[in-house]
Nanobody, 124 residues
């Protein structure tokens, strides 16, 4: 099990960018697939991005976003560019340990540990 803490959310302008971070606990963070999901008011939680344990594979729901990680710092980053008001949501970091390098997941049910979320509000 890993403890996850998101940071970096806040208010942003449409067309701007924001980077949110996910910090994980423990010495085995580098063996976890990490994903980002978001949930807007009244909507279901939806997939945003995922990155394999080593960072070799990524999968993004939107080409305006990038995901990266620094395992030495136990941190995964999500960069959101060209923001739109519809990107307003609470962004959640999630993780699942894996023994398979290159593995990644895209469904909420595939992840075990979740952070508390960080809210991003995009104004027009």
């Amino acid at each position: 099990q890993v403890q996850l803490v998101e940071s970096g959310g806040g208010l942003a302008q449409a067309g701007g960018c924001v980077r949110v971070s996910c910090s994980g606990s423990g010495r085995t963070f580098g063996s976890y697939v990490v994903g980002w999901f978001r949930q807007a008011p009244g909507k279901e939680r939806e997939f945003v991005a995922t990155i394999s344990a080593s960072g070799s594979n990524t999968y993004l729901a939107d080409g305006r976003f990038t995901i990266s990680r620094d395992n030495a710092a136990n941190t995964v980053y999500l960069q959101l560019n060209s923001l739109k008001p519809e990107n307003t949501a609470v962004y959640y970091c999630t993780a699942r340990q894996t023994a398979i390098d290159g593995d990644y997941f895209r469904r909420t049910c595939e992840f075990n540990d979740w952070g508390q979320g960080t809210k991003i509000t995009v104004s027009s």
